[in-house]
């Protein structure tokens, strides 16, 4: 699977981006979709995830802020950023994977940087 993310940019605190990402290959693979971030001297972590069949996760620190979407026309996913904090400044990476458990271990994108300023 082969992961096209677009859509980071710099933005002022309050305000919101779209991340969106499209897929090509398997659709297996594609079964759960969503983003991990890393932030500068910081772990990669977990954002949020759909699958084909609506289901979603989200890190607590941007549930109610966040919200992730797809058409399951087709593999791509968005993610609807509201509300954005200078904590949230990162380089973001669309997955995708079988499940939302192994989504990790699947394919990942080309990161998309997101800056939030003060």
């Known amino acids: 699977v082969q992961l096209q993310a677009s859509g980071g940019g710099v933005v002022q605190a309050g305000g919101s981006l779209r991340l969106s990402c499209a897929a090509s290959?398997?659709?297996?693979?594609?079964?759960?979709m969503g983003w991990y971030r890393q932030a500068p001297g910081q772990q990669r972590e977990p954002v949020a995830f759909?699958?084909?069949?609506?289901?979603?996760w989200y890190a607590d620190s941007v549930r109610g802020r966040f919200g992730i979407s797809r058409d399951n026309g087709k593999p791509a996913v968005d993610l609807q950023m509201n509300s954005l904090q200078p904590e949230d400044t990162a380089v973001y990476f669309c997955?995708?994977?079988?499940?939302?458990?192994?989504?990790?271990?699947?394919?990942w994108g080309q990161g998309t940087q997101v800056t939030v300023s003060s």
């Open positions: 759909i699958t084909t069949s609506g289901a979603t």
């Open positions: 997955v995708s994977g079988s499940t939302i458990a192994t989504v990790n271990q699947g394919s």
């Open positions: 290959g398997s659709d297996d693979g594609t079964v759960a």
